[in-house]
């Protein structure tokens, strides 16, 4: 189990480096969608099961589609993969700062990596994570709905931004 | 430090720096943006499944509901530079530069 955890945070660790060593953002993209999928994987082996999956949901099915599909406005010709030098300078970079970093800080962790914590010692059906969030919709109610009205404001924020002709973020067009 | 606690420093360090450092498309700045997002989310769910405190778990939810306000925001920039300028690179939005 606790390699488990230790092969995902490697691959946090990658996809990371991946997205922002500066590639086309197709490659971009597909570093971070793989990013979502194994930071699911993560929260799966601590122990949650709604969160991870609003996770997968949401963040990889709703927003990571959006970002793929305007990656067609940055369309060009012969995209930087990470096989390119100058992407993979800035890999070269921030490989050696991580592991600097991890060498430095840490280098004498010899514990426990990784593994499901939990104070009732059985098998549950309703976790804690999905406990937290039906709270959202009890005693944080006002929070929703000011999340829902914020949402609203972006809906009009995104039109106004995108409109044309007479005003708006455009000119001329 | 942790190792968990070092993935996801380091993840929001490195999407940071990827934002800061210069890049040739708009669009590769708001990734580098959604990976400091995705940090993010990981931080504040892994603080609700470790430490059983489990309030904290609207915290992600409410995170992700306005990251994704941020996202639509950047990506009608990124739409109205594309309309405007024919492409997302970075070096033509310029009009400020002394």
């Known amino acids: 189990m606790s390699y488990l955890v230790c092969v995902l945070l490697f691959r946090l660790m990658v996809g990371s480096v991946g997205v922002a060593s500066n590639p086309s953002p197709y490659f971009a993209a597909m570093g971070l969608v793989m990013e979502s999928g194994v930071g699911c994987g993560v929260l799966i082996c601590f122990g949650g099961s709604f969160l991870p999956l609003v996770f997968f949901l949401i963040y990889l099915g709703g927003m990571m589609v959006v970002f793929a599909f305007s990656a067609a406005l940055s369309a060009e010709p012969y995209p930087y993969g990470w096989g390119n030098r100058s992407v993979k300078m800035y890999v070269a970079a921030y490989v050696l700062g991580v592991g600097c970093a991890w060498k430095v800080l840490l280098g004498k962790w010899s514990g426990f990596w990784g593994g499901i914590l939990d104070e009732s010692g059985e098998l549950l059906v309703l976790r804690g994570g999905m406990m937290g969030v039906a709270a959202m919709h009890d005693v944080g109610g006002w929070m929703l709905v000011l999340g829902g009205l914020g949402l609203l404001l972006t809906l009009f924020v995104v039109l106004e931004l995108v409109r044309g002709v007479s005003r708006g973020g455009l000119r001329t067009v | ?98």
């Open chain 2, 1 to 98: 430090m942790t190792p968990i606690q070092m993935t996801f420093s380091t993840m929001f360090l490195l999407g940071l720096m990827g934002l800061t450092f210069h890049r040739t498309h708009l669009l590769s700045a708001l990734l580098c943006l959604e990976s400091m997002m995705l940090s993010l989310f990981l931080a504040t769910s892994l603080w609700a499944l470790q430490l059983s405190t489990i309030n904290i778990a609207t915290v992600p939810m409410l995170l992700l509901a306005f990251s994704a306000c941020e996202a639509s925001s950047g990506l009608a920039l990124l739409v109205a530079t594309a309309r405007t300028h024919g492409s997302d690179h970075m070096q033509n939005l310029n009009l400020l530069q002394c």
